[in-house]
């Protein structure tokens, strides 16, 4: 059993953190890139690490951790997706970009990729991001997600078409291979 | 599409590689991450006194402790010599099983697919049902309103 | 007269098989999938149903209601396509499946037709003996049509009661009596 995982049932603050500093990143930055704005994505981190604080006798190894904490987090972002209409992509917050520190090689398509994967549905945006962000493979997405692997492969598949569709259209300049 | 000749796994591979650099992790910001810290020590303070509460409660009764780190350790301090031997024989017998393992991984892999897609199937019904009741619903509203209209 | 009796026998199981069917015959639609942006294809025989209920959760509440819910299915059939544009695919490509819900023991429960969100739901079911044993549903929208056959007995109160559950937003709307189904 893992020490840091043991300690922090225990309630030790120290154990604790080490927890929500390892695993921030990836529940603010599933939510973040979810749900479009930060103070949602705020929102939802806190409710996901509170969850896992009163949940913490379930979960049996750091492994089980990541699995449950990426999967609680999609899912409840999906869930308020669903529940609400599509974001507004004009009022995402120009100074945190959907996408972390912005390649200076190219920031103009990394922004115009934030934008596109934004409108994508929701279940097909988890799907991008715990593929891309999360480097899950499609098998571990399908059990996070809890979606048939053949969807999650059409999910991927689909949107990287759509993607790379909206890119030519949109006439990105660095795509020199692309003549129109 | 490329008309230069260009290899479509190569564009993938591209749109690919600048995903993953677009979705670098982020972090929230460090005011966020003391508040939930503070929150998080809050709550588990609350439980922790509750369960000292109970454990004193439980040591009344002569009962003993039941924080799960202590009892692995006192589990742990207790392990005698022959726990080798039997550790021994457990991996042989592990080796002995690992192709009905490696079958029974299979089994449950398809069987945990099969689960969602009972799951997925199910919630497709749904909505399709739910779709239904709407149109029904504000079919209804209308005839409703009409009538109170003439 | 023994061979007379062996044939009517044998005939009996042949002419019951030949009774009202509640599986329908699904199309691949293989060009359609190609176009659409996503497809949901799922095939749950009896052997994938028994697989999948031995693996749900009878603690997690979810998985209880889902398990409560397949008990007395023999099949669980979906085609869903979903497509960037409106008219990317024809009444005709659902005309095959439409054709074997106008056979016998089949009755349509459900038939909605939305002029504001040109939405068409119609839902059947297959009733013997006064008992459900087969639901057919097929919803047409502008970019996506379902069709979900499913074989054997299913409530649909407890099914409807899952919406909670599985993403779907609780919608304030009551079931109307007559899509509720008598399917026990």
Redesign the interface.
Known sequence: ?DEQL??A?????AA??TL??AH???V??LA??MLGTRDL??DL??EV??EM?DHL?SIQSSGHLAFWLRRVTT?RA??QL??RARIDVTTLDEESP????V?EA?PL??RR??LLLAEL?PA?RAV??LR??E?LDPAEI??TL??????VK??LK?S?????LR?EEGGDAR?G???T | ????G?NPSD??MD??A???????????SDA??QA??A???A???R??SARESHRSQAAGRGLPPT???ER?VRLARRVPGWWLTASLAASLLVAVGAVQHLRAEHERARG??AR??V??ALRVTNQKLDLAYRVVRSQSSAMAEGDSGV | MFRLRVVVFLLVPVLAWAGPNPRLVLPEFAALAQK???????TLDPSLLAMAGRFLDGSDPKDAATQEIIKGLQGIYVRSYTF?QDSAYSQADLDAVRSQLSAPGWNRLVQTRSKKTHADVDIYIMVVDKAAIGLALIASEPREFTIVNIVGSIDLDKLHKLEGQF???KLDIEAPASAAGKSK
């Not at chain 1, 049932?9 to 603050?13: D, F, I, L, T, V």
């Not at chain 1, 809890?146 to 969807?151: I, L, Y």
């Not at chain 2, 599409?1 to 230069?4: A, Y």
């Not at chain 2, 600048?18 to 929230?28: F, G, S, Y």
């Open positions: 059993m043991l300690r049932r225990r309630g030790e603050p604790l953190e929500v500093r921030q990143r990836t603010y930055g973040l890139r994505a705020e981190t806190q690490f509170m604080n006798t899912n999906i869930d669903r529940r959907l996408f972390g520190a390649d190219d398509l990394q990729l934030s549905a097909a991008m991001l891309y962000q480097d399908a059990r809890d979606m048939p692997a053949n969807t059409s999910h689909r990287l078409d759509y993607l790379r890119l795509r291979d692309h003549s | 599409m490329s008309s230069s260009v564009i993938d749109l690919e600048q995903l993953r650099d677009a979705l670098r992790p982020v972090a929230p966020f991450t939930l810290l929150k998080l020590s709550r588990s303070a439980a922790s924080r799960d780190g692995v945990l697919e969602r897609e799951i997925e | 659409a942006t996503e497809s949901v294809v799922i960037d993403g779907v937003p």
